[in-house]
Antibody, heavy 124, light 107 residues
Framework: EVQLVESGGGLVQPGRSLRLSCAASGFSFDDYAMHWVRQAPGKGLEWVSGITWNPISSGSIGYADSVKGRFTISRDNAKNSLYLQMNSLRPEDTALYYC??????????????WGQGILVTVSS | DIQMTQSPSSLSASVGDRVTITCRASQSISKYLNWYQQKPGKAPKLLIYNTSSLQSGVPSRFSGSGSGTDFTLTISSLQPEDFATYFCQQSFSTPPTFGGGTKVEIK
């Protein structure tokens, strides 16, 4: 059974940093691209970032314009884990952050499994 | 970025009803349109990908159609467990973008 478990969320002041983690199990993690998708309270879904199975070349990592330059996605295939380093956080980054699996090794944006989400609240 | 517009934003229906939700893209996305179901407090679940392909385990009462800019999700006979919010999403180009959602409520 595919499982994605996010951790690392919480309340943080504007301008500070936070690192999210996603522990994956039940599938061959290094065969698939992975993504972060967020949902502000009561709002719709917004893709944040994605990373291919083996991000060694340009174009293997992508970011939404809203987070580019502030957030960094990474993965450790040996630990079956996905990460999101979030710097210079803003109140508008407040959301439930989901870890999502792609159906393919490249980022093709078919999100076939999702974690339960982790809440990030940016407030003073 | 490609804008995705869903309609209606909400609807009320009864068990057994046929329900149709539409999604329009701001430019052609060929067949690269996916549908998700989200229940309160839960993560989204992929229902349909590439316009009409049913994700494994999804009941056959769900179907999708369309191409280019206009797409439809149909639930042929609404069941109690189908009351949820439905989102469309384009996977044609980066960034992938979602529609605003359609909340299906009990009449």
């Amino acid at each position: 059974e595919v499982q994605l478990v996010e951790s690392g969320g919480g309340l943080v002041q504007p301008g500070r940093s936070l690192r999210l983690s996603c522990a994956a199990s039940g599938f061959s993690f290094d065969d698939y691209a992975m993504h972060w998708v967020r949902q502000a309270p009561g709002k719709g879904l917004e893709w944040v970032s994605g990373i291919t199975w083996n991000p060694i070349s340009s174009g293997s990592i992508g970011y939404a314009d809203s987070v580019k330059g502030r957030f960094t996605i990474s993965r450790d295939n040996a630990k079956n884990s996905l990460y999101l380093q979030m710097n210079s956080l803003r109140p508008e980054d407040t959301a439930l952050y989901y870890c999502a699996k792609d159906r393919n090794a490249a980022s093709t944006y078919y999100f076939d499994f999702w974690g339960q989400g982790i809440l990030v609240t940016v407030s003073s | 970025d490609i804008q995705m517009t869903q309609s209606p934003s909400s609807l009320s229906a009864s068990v057994g009803d046929r329900v149709t939700i539409t999604c329009r893209a701001s430019q052609s996305i060929s067949k690269y349109l996916n549908w998700y179901q989200q229940k309160p407090g839960k993560a989204p679940k992929l229902l349909i990908y590439n316009t009409s392909s049913l994700q494994s385990g999804v009941p056959s009462r769900f179907s999708g159609s369309g191409s280019g800019t206009d797409f439809t999700l149909t639930i042929s006979s609404l069941q109690p467990e189908d009351f949820a919010t439905y989102f469309c999403q384009q996977s044609f180009s980066t960034p992938p973008t979602f529609g605003g959602g359609t909340k299906v409520e009990i009449k």
